[in-house]
Nanobody, 126 residues
Framework: QVQLVESGGGTVEVGGSLRLSCATS????????FAWFRQAPGKDREGVAA????????TYNNAVKGRFTISQDNSQQVVYLQMTNLKPDDTATYFC???????????????????WGQGTQVTVSS
């Protein structure tokens, strides 16, 4: 049974940093790939960052490019989202997502994700 469990959310001031973690289980790690999405109150869910299998290729939402970094610990099977220079517009629930096929590229297309975590709340206070 596959599972994605996010952690690391919280409240931070503008300009601060947070690192989100997504603990994964049940995946054939070398052939799976992972992404982060977010949903702010009253808005649609949007892609934030994604990686290909092994984290070799990455892609980012333009709104976070240069501030957020997706990475993964292949030995611990954990996916991270390092967030720096946080802004009020980054306030949202952040979700970890997984794909189990066609992981030779990274994508932020939601319909291509196979599994989702429950989310972790990030609040940026001004």
């Amino acid at each position: 049974q596959v599972q994605l469990v996010e952690s690391g959310g919280g409240t931070v001031e503008v300009g601060g940093s947070l690192r989100l973690s997504c603990a994964t289980s049940g995946y054939t790690w070398r052939s799976a790939c992972f992404a982060w999405f977010r949903q702010a109150p009253g808005k649609d869910r949007e892609g934030v960052a994604a990686a290909s299998a092994g984290g070799r290729l990455t892609t980012y939402n333009n709104a976070v490019k240069g501030r957020f970094t997706i990475s993964q610990d292949n030995s611990q099977q954990v996916v991270y989202l390092q967030m720096t220079n946080l802004k009020p517009d980054d306030t949202a629930t952040y979700f970890c997502a997984a794909r189990v096929e066609q992981c030779n590229f990274a994508t932020l297309i939601q319909s291509w994700q196979h599994h989702w975590g429950q989310g972790t709340q990030v609040t940026v206070s001004s």
